[in-house]
């Protein structure tokens, strides 16, 4: 048979052989190669969101703790402000605070009893006290220093030092700012 002969069944089997490969390569090897090439995408795609969602975690994370502390912070200056009831405290806070410094507390002017019942629309006021103190210069300024000691705040806006006609002490005439919440 001329038709079988090895050379003729050689190129016949290299034939069905390649189409073989190329039927197969064409309808199974590409769809599946595309499908895995798809879904390590989607893989990669879920991966970066789940770095992102993790990153934002940590942000979230963050953020609390900061949230947190500048709350403590608020609180902390809240605090500070006395309550409109509290102001009849004022002088026997700085009394103190006088004699912690080895200063004079000498006169106090304020209106405090009329500032507490004043009627108004802000939540925080702020109101002028004027002191004088005798002292020191060291001891005055000791007392100036510490005013974030007070349980209040008490800004000065103006502090005029001049010098006792006796002795080696000085006299700070003192005006500055107390807030306090209206209830």
Do not use: C
């Not at 009394?95 to 009627?119: G, K, T």
Request: overall charge negative; hydrophobic content about 45%; proline content about 3%.
């Amino acid at each position: 048979m001329k038709f079988l002969d090895p050379v003729r069944l050689f190129f016949l089997l290299l034939i069905v052989m390649a189409t073989g490969s190329f039927t197969w390569y064409l309808f199974y090897y590409q769809p599946v190669s595309y499908a895995s090439h798809e879904m390590l995408e989607t893989l990669i795609s879920y991966h970066d969101k789940v770095s992102r969602v993790g990153k934002m975690l940590e942000n979230v994370e963050e953020l609390e703790t900061t949230l947190s502390d500048e709350q403590e912070a608020i609180e902390g200056l809240r605090n500070k402000i006395l309550p409109s009831g509290e102001l009849n405290t004022v002088a026997g806070h700085l009394s103190a605070h006088a004699v912690a410094n080895q200063v004079i507390l000498v006169d106090l002017n304020s209106d405090l009893n009329n500032f507490a019942s004043a009627a108004s629309d802000e939540s925080i006021q702020g109101m002028l006290v004027q002191f004088e103190l005798r002292g020191k210069y060291i001891q005055i300024g000791g007392f100036m220093q510490d005013l974030d000691e007070l349980p209040f705040y008490l800004r000065p806006t103006r502090v005029l030092l001049s010098k006792l006609k006796s002795g080696s002490e000085l006299k700070a005439e003192v005006d500055a700012r107390i807030y306090s919440w209206n209830d």
